[in-house]
């Protein structure tokens, strides 16, 4: 069974640093774009970043010059350096990734992990 997990969320004050992780794991061919997103209760999900295969990225304005996204093939696991947090930033994170296996093309979420700004 493929499936991602995040990790690395948790509590930090305003201006802090977090560093969340995305494992992806089974039978994978072959992982192509990857992306973390985030949520706010009553809102819809919400694209911070994108990294495709190759390395190119795209970050939403708001995380420009703060976040970084990164990827380790070898490993399938994906990273969110997440530098000077704002409390908005305080949201469920997610990663997604189109992952193809041996006989078929997926798109999978991870369970989302918590990220709280707040002193």
């Known amino acids: 069974q493929v499936q991602l997990v995040e990790s690395g969320g948790g509590l930090v004050q305003p201006g802090g640093s977090l560093r969340l992780s995305c494992a992806a794991s089974?039978?994978?061919?072959?992982?192509?774009?990857m992306r973390w997103y985030r949520q706010t209760p009553g809102n819809q999900r919400e694209l911070v970043a994108r990294?495709?295969?190759?390395?190119?990225?795209h970050y939403t304005d708001s995380v420009k010059g703060r976040f970084t996204i990164s990827r380790d093939n070898a490993k399938n696991t994906m990273y969110l350096q997440m530098n000077t947090l704002k409390p908005e930033d305080t949201a469920v994170y997610f990663c997604?990734?189109?992952?193809?296996?041996?006989?078929?093309?997926?798109?999978?979420w991870g369970q989302g992990t918590l990220v709280t700004v707040s002193s």
């Open positions: 990294i495709t295969s190759g390395g190119s990225t």
């Open positions: 089974g039978s994978i061919f072959s992982i192509n774009a």
């Open positions: 997604n990734a189109d992952i193809r296996t041996h006989d078929r093309y997926l798109e999978l």
